[in-house]
C-alpha cells in the first residue's frame, strides 16, 4: 500500500477511534496513548496526523456533530407543517449526543488560537449542509423564510449552540428552556 494511502487510512482509524472514546468517556477522561491503543497507532502519530490531543478532540467533536445534523434531516422531511418542522427540528437538535462536545472544542479553541480555523471550517460546512437542507425542504414543500436560508440556518445553529452553553454553564434550567424552534421562521 502507498505510503499516503495508508497515512490516510491511519489518520481516519484516529479519527474514527477517538470519536467513539470522547463520545463515550468525554474529553478529560481519554488520553493519547488510549486513543493510539484503540486505533492500533503509535502515541506520536496522533500529534504527527493532529498536533495535539487538543486538536484531535476539536475534530472529533466536529465530525460526531455533523454525523448527528445528518440524522436531523429524516426527522424534518417528515413533519407536514412548518409548525411541527420548527418544533421537531428544534427539540431534536437540543437533544444531540455531541452537543455538549462541540461546546468544549469550542471553549478549547478560545483558549488555543492556532485551533479557530478548524473550528471555523467545521462550523462553515455544518452552517451549509444546514442552508442546503433547509433551501431543499422550502423548496419540496413551497414553504418560506423571512430570511435567507444561510442567515436562518446559521441563526438556528447558533440559538442551538448557545442554549447548550447557557445550560452547561450552570444557569438553572435545561438547554430546552429555549425557544429555539422560535428563531427558525419557516412558514407556508
Given at each position: 500500500m502507498p505510503p499516503r494511502v495508508r497515512g490516510?487510512?491511519?489518520?481516519?482509524?484516529?479519527l474514527d477511534r477517538a470519536v467513539d472514546l470522547f463520545a463515550e468517556r468525554g474529553f478529560d477522561q481519554v488520553n493519547v496513548a488510549?486513543?493510539?491503543?484503540?486505533a492500533g497507532a503509535h502515541p506520536n502519530q496522533i500529534t504527527y496526523y493532529f498536533g495535539s490531543k487538543d486538536a484531535l478532540f476539536v475534530h472529533a467533536a466536529f465530525l460526531m456533530l455533523l454525523r448527528d445534523a445528518a440524522r436531523l434531516e429524516p426527522?424534518?422531511?417528515?413533519?407536514r407543517t412548518p409548525a411541527a418542522f420548527r418544533a421537531a427540528l428544534s427539540r431534536t437538535a437540543l437533544a444531540l449526543p455531541s452537543l455538549p462536545a462541540v461546546v468544549e472544542a469550542?471553549?478549547?479553541t478560545r483558549r488555543r488560537p492556532e485551533?479557530?480555523?478548524l473550528a471555523e471550517q467545521n462550523l462553515t460546512v455544518l452552517f451549509r449542509q444546514a442552508e442546503h437542507y433547509l433551501t431543499a425542504i422550502l423548496t419540496r414543500r413551497g414553504w418560506s423564510v423571512d430570511r435567507p436560508p444561510e442567515v436562518e440556518a446559521r441563526t438556528f445553529w447558533s440559538a442551538v449552540l448557545g442554549a447548550r452553553l447557557?445550560?452547561?454553564?450552570?444557569?438553572?434550567?435545561t438547554s430546552a428552556d429555549v425557544d429555539v424552534a422560535g428563531v427558525l421562521?419557516?412558514?407556508d
Open positions: 490516510r487510512r491511519t489518520r481516519a482509524l484516529i488510549a486513543i493510539a491503543a484503540a426527522i424534518g422531511r417528515r413533519q469550542m471553549s478549547i485551533l479557530r480555523t447557557i445550560a452547561e454553564s450552570g444557569y438553572p434550567g421562521t419557516v412558514h
